[in-house]
Nanobody
């Protein structure tokens, strides 16, 4: 069974940092791009960043460039999202997702498997 499990969310003050983890199982991790998405209360889910399979190149949306860093550890089947200089506007439930054949995009419909999400709350 394919599974993605997020962890590392929590409450942090503005300007602080968090590191999210996405642990994958049940599929060939190296063959999938992994994306991070978020959904704030009352808003649609949006893409944040992805890391490609193979060369691990990355794609970031403008709002997080320079603040967020995605990385993957194939030995642990895990993707990390380091979030620095957090703002109140980053408050959301964060989801990771796996997409086969996806490259450098965070279009939701292109991702096949999703985790359950982890809450990130940034207090101002």
């Amino acid at each position: 069974e394919m599974q993605l499990v997020e962890s590392g969310g929590g409450l942090v003050q503005a300007g602080g940092s968090l590191r999210l983890s996405c642990a994958a199982s049940g599929f060939t991790f190296e063959d999938y791009a992994i994306g991070w998405f978020r959904q704030a209360p009352g808003k649609e889910r949006e893409g944040v960043v992805c890391i490609n399979s193979g060369d691990s190149t990355t794609y970031y949306v403008d709002s997080v460039k320079g603040r967020f860093t995605i990385s993957r550890d194939s030995a642990k089947n895990t993707v990390y999202l380091q979030m620095n200089s957090l703002k109140s506007s980053d408050t959301a439930v964060y989801y990771c997702a796996a997409g086969f054949g996806v490259r450098s995009t965070v279009i939701l419909a292109q991702y096949d498997y999703w985790g359950q999400g982890t809450q990130v709350t940034v207090s101002s």
